[in-house]
């Protein structure tokens, strides 16, 4: 069955970079999309952007331009996102997931919390 | 950007009951819309595509409906299980946006 795992929690100063991994399985890799998205609590979930695990092709979320970079390996099924320049209002919990209009299997999330 | 606005925020309903979850868009946005329930603690899990595609494994209580502007999601009999909160989410545009939820909890 379809299976993502996300990576564990991460606390992360101000200011610094964090990579976020799911790994994946179940499914053809190399002929999905993954995408992730970010959820906070009031404002709902938002998309960040997809990946494309063929070819690395990406579409963002104009508004995470330069605060997100997907990347895939596609040797191990696993899908990356790094977040730079942390600040406060990227505390989060992060969703990875399959598809790139609706999407069918998630993650089970990874909370980041940023703090000095 | 597509604006999705979800009534009611709250619902509060007894098991057994039928419920009808409301979600409309900004603009006309055709059958683009996707709904997903999100459990305590737990990832969404989507329930409906296209605004009324079944999704295989959800229980047949749950239907969509609508097109243009206005969706509905039906719950037919809430079950215990089923007391959480609700997100429509839109892929017409190439921004997808999720409207901000309706929390189902028990009466």
């Known amino acids: 069955q379809v299976k993502l795992l996300q990576s564990g929690a991460e606390l992360v100063k101000p200011g610094a970079s964090v990579k976020l991994s799911c790994k994946t399985s179940?499914?053809?890799?190399?002929?999905?999309?993954m995408t992730w998205l970010k959820q906070v609590p009031g404002p709902s979930i938002e998309w960040i952007g997809w990946?494309?695990?063929?070819?690395?092709?990406?579409n963002y979320n104009q508004k995470f331009k330069g605060k997100a970079t997907l990347t895939v390996d596609r040797s191990s099924s696993t899908a990356y996102m790094d977040l730079s320049s942390l600040t406060s209002e990227d505390a989060a919990v992060y969703f990875c997931?399959?598809?790139?209009?609706?999407?069918?299997?998630w993650g089970q999330g990874v909370m980041v919390t940023v703090s000095s | 950007n597509i604006v999705l606005t979800q009534s009611p925020a709250t619902l509060s309903v007894t098991p057994g009951e039928s419920v009808s979850l409301s979600c409309r868009a900004s603009q006309s946005i055709s059958t683009s819309i996707h709904w997903y329930q999100q459990k305590s603690n737990e990832s969404p899990r989507l329930l409906i595509k296209y605004a009324s595609q079944s999704i295989s494994g959800i229980p047949s209580r749950f239907s969509g409906s609508g097109s243009g502007t206005d969706f509905t999601l039906s719950i037919n009999r809430v079950e215990s299980e089923d007391f959480s909160i609700y997100y429509c989410q839109q892929s017409y545009s190439s921004l997808y946006t999720f409207g901000s939820g309706t929390k189902l909890e028990i009466k």
């Open positions: 997931a399959t598809g790139y209009n609706y999407f069918d299997y």
């Open positions: 990946i494309y695990g063929g070819d690395g092709a990406s």
């Open positions: 179940g499914f053809t890799f190399s002929t999905s999309y």
